[in-house]
């Protein structure tokens, strides 16, 4: 049983690390998961108080990758209209068009257009839009390595806690 529990953390950490770039699959969470199964087994010497850092560490960034693409919007001088053009933008990248469902350069691309239309539609200037549109392709960015440097901190714990 010790063996599967260690097994199941690992696939919940390695789909954690990939939830962290892919769209629509909360990274953190399911990497968390998957440290949650590795401190129930006794193979893995994790402390509560690392679970319990680390949970609160999970909620922090699935908020703020919620809000970190709307305060580099802001940032960059745009507006909700941008911001809501670069949510649209993920959802369309989800769906695949046209460079497959999820596939990385429409989760770049999408966005980055999105947010570039919605300014565009409030305020008819290319630069003003331009400018709004890289804010929320930055916020985009910031908020996927957030993520990724989450997970794969922690499966280095759960590597170095089995070790």
Not at 13 to 28: M, S
Not at 50 to 58: E, F, G, N, R, S
Not at 106 to 133: C, M, N, R
């Amino acid at each position: 049983m010790d063996i599967a529990l260690i097994i199941i953390a690992f696939i919940c950490l390695a789909i954690g690390i990939a939830g962290a770039v892919i769209p629509g699959l909360p990274g953190p969470p399911i990497g968390w998961a998957g440290l949650l199964l590795a401190f129930l087994s006794p193979l893995a010497d994790i402390s509560t108080p690392m679970l319990i850092v680390t949970a609160l560490l999970a909620a922090a960034i699935t908020v703020l990758d919620y809000v970190i693409p709307s305060l580099a919007t802001k940032r960059f001088k745009g507006s909700k209209y941008g911001v809501w053009g670069c949510n649209i933008g993920l959802v369309i990248s989800l769906l695949g068009l046209p460079f497959g469902p999820g596939g990385l350069l429409g989760v770049v691309f999408w966005p980055f257009v999105g947010a570039f239309v919605g300014e565009y539609i409030k305020t008819h200037e290319t630069h003003d839009s331009l400018q709004a549109a890289f804010g929320s392709f930055i916020g985009l960015l910031t908020g996927t390595l957030l993520k990724l440097v989450y997970c794969i901190a922690l499966l280095v714990v759960v590597i170095v806690a089995l070790f």
